[in-house]
Structure formats: C-alpha cells, structure tokens
C-alpha cells in the first residue's frame, strides 16, 4: 500500500516568461493536433489558440500580401494570421504568432523570416513570431522544460491516433455524421484531459491512456460495416497540404464518397525523422559525445516507449495498419532517394509508398502544393517505384486553391486501384473488426 497519495499538480510558467500574459496562434496544421498542442500550451498557463478554419478571406489575404512566387501554405497561413491581426481588438503586444521552421532542403526554412516582414510592413512588427527549429526535432520551446516537449509529444501522437480511427471509420460507417462526431468528441476530451493533467509524467499518461480509451469506446460505437473490397489509397506528400482539409480540398472525403478507405502518413512520423536528422548532423559536426546527442538520443527514446503505449491500446483495431519506424522507412526509400544524400519529405513519401505497397495498399495518391519541389521530385521517381511493385497506382494531386474537376480524376484513379488490387502482390491484413463483421453478415 503506497505510504504518500499522489496529489495531482500542475507546474505553470511564471509571469516573467516572454509567453505568459500573451496568446499564441497556431496554424492550422490539422484538425486534432493543433488543438492538442494548445491544449498542452495552456496547461503551461499559456493563452493558446488554433488559428481559425481557412476561407475564401485566407484565400484574398494570402493572395494580396504574398508576391505567387511562395509555396500555397505560405499562402494559407499568412492569410490566416493577417485575419487575425485585422480583427478590431487586436492587440499586436500581447499577440504571438506560431511558425515552426527548418534549415531543410526547401523553401519552408523561409516562412518565419517571411511572416516577420510581412508584419513588420503591415505596421505590426511588435507581434511576436515563435519558431521552434526542426534542427532540434522542434523541441526548443524557449525555456520550456522536457515536460512540455514530452507532453506536446503525446498531444500529437494522441491526435495521431484519433485521425486513424476516424479514417478507419468513416468509410464504413452506416449512420452519416457518426464517425466525424466520435472524432470531434475525442478531440474535446483528449484537450480537456491534458490541459487540466498532472505535472507528474506517469500520471498524465494515465490520464491520456484513459482519454483514448474512451474515444476507443466511442468509435466502437459507430455503427458500420467494414467492407473488405474497399480499397486502401495511402496518402503521402507534403505535411501541410496533405493534413490541412481546406488546402486540398478534402480530398480524403473525396475519396471516401467514391468509395476508398485512406491511410494517411501521421506528424509523430516526421517529428521522429527529424529526431533521427539531429542525430546525423551532430554525428557530422563531430560532436557524437555531447552532451546535445545525449540528450536528443533520450528525447527520441522516451518519445518511441510513450508512443508505444499509446499506440499499443489500439494493438487490435490497428492490426494491418502499423506504422512503420523511420529506419524502415529509409531503408526502403534507399532504391530511389538513398538517404542521406537526399532528405526531407520525397525521401519519406517513397519510403512511406514503398511500406504502404508492401502493406497491401491498393494505391498511393501523393498530395502536395502546386510547385512544390518535394512533390516534383517524388512524381518523377513514382513511376519506377510503381513498376517494382507491379504497377501499383500513384497519382499526385497538386493544389494552389485553384478549382479543378477533382471528383472525375478521383473517379478515374480509383478505376486503376480497383484494378491493381486484384493482382496486387502483396495482400493486406485486416483487423479483428473486419472479421467480426463478416460473422454477423453469416450468423
Ligand atoms: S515542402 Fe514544398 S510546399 Fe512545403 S515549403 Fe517545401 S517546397 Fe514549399
């Protein structure tokens, strides 16, 4: 019997810390997570809100105050954030402005000097822009101790979770609207769990273990009826676009109106990646005993044991669809992008497309932002990876906010999934959910 009970605390920032008193708007990235990241920010005791949903209004800022040379989320989340800073009760002092940011191969390490002297020019150069460095796997949240980072972390793979069941659901459900509103259920609770949880590691996690285990309870509940022919599309390509319904115009509903079920590739997956660079480039910078790569190596560890808890509650309803580790996914990337001699996202989306193939996926659409340089370069490699396993069908979808026949390409697509999966090599394996179905269709 324990001798002390355990009383539930929660350590918050002092008013000293350059956050505190202020709101931070986060872009948003997709549905669940950013929620769960300001969630974990105002347990902090930091004011944090999710930009508001894109539209037309994102589409005419973005428009007037970039030149068409950056990339369209560029384009979205300026415009999201000048809507903001437009509002009447702005008040640019106490207002911070979230934008992550990298050294990466592309033109995404440009975002936050961009945002900067937008709002310089704007007149609203006294707005704060925080810029978390994917260089440290996006863990240098000023001053912020290993708590918030591991929290963030389990808001992100708990949002992660969410998006799965849900795109596992919704194609199958029998009741329109159900499997959308146990995901938006699911998404309050999980906020709410971890904005008011405990200071004390072990007991968060319980917390969230529990959180997502009724929101196990509420897709359960969803009636449905699994279909084994429905084919499986992964979805691969550029973070944003891909996570960010507005920008590609959902075009994971899309999908699943004419049919498919979708797999997308998660944020835990490049949050890892990225881990894994920090390591390399310490390596590089011959500081392999330092007390940095000590660091990032328990960071990432700690990280994959929490991850593996989280996910392990779902062993069953994810039988099929596992996630694969970074290493694999390099690995098998190694045909086409040998990494590290090519990095970012195209190494990812053809080692990702590679595990999905091999998954049993019945195709991969690739979605990305018009010009993008990781989706040009992916589409001009897709075809070979296509031919090495038997032809299986990758299309990429490009966006700018431009409206385009978009169901009649989905529909045509989706005629050449149906196609490959009848001679696909590799067959899928589905989880207890779908069997479970089939006895009661033969009971
Ligand atoms: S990944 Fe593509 S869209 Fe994103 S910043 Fe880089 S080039 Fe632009």
Known sequence: MPVLKHRCLTRKVGADHPLAGKTVYIPDLAEGSVEALCAVLRWMGIHALPTPHPDGCTLELGGKYTTGDECFPAKITTGDLIKIAQRPDFDAKRTVFFMATTDGPCRFGQYAPFLRKILREQGYGDVQVFSPHGEHGYSDFQDFDNAFVRSAWRGVVSADILRKLLLQTRPNETQPGAADRAFRDSVADLCQTLEQSCSDTACQMRSVTASLSRAGERFHAVPARFDHRRPLIGIVGEIFCRLNTFSNRDLVRRLEAQGAECWMSDIAEWIAYTNMEEVRNLRLAGRTYSWDMLKSKLRSRI?????????????EDFGGYEEPS??????????????????????????????????????????????????????????????????????????????????????????????????????????????????????
């Open 303 to 315: 990280q994959y044991a929490d991850e593996h808890s989280l996910r392990s509650l779902f062993a």
């Open 326 to 443: 970074v290493e694999t996914v390099l690995r098998l990337a190694h045909p086409y992008l040998p990494f590290p001699g090519a990095e970012g996202e195209m190494v990812m989306n053809m080692g990702r497309s590679a595990c999905l193939a091999r998954q049993g996926a019945d195709g991969i659409v690739d979605i990305s932002p018009f010009t993008c340089m990781n989706g040009v370069v992916s589409e001009a490699i897709y075809p070979k990876l296509s031919r090495d396993y038997a032809g299986i069908p990758i299309r990429n979808f490009y966006f700018d906010g431009q409206q385009s026949d978009l169901d009649r390409d989905i529909a045509i697509y989706l005629e050449l999934a149906r196609s490959y999966r009848e001679r696909k090599p590799h067959q899928r394996s589905y989880p207890v959910r779908f069997s479970r179905q089939e006895e009661r269709v033969a009971s």
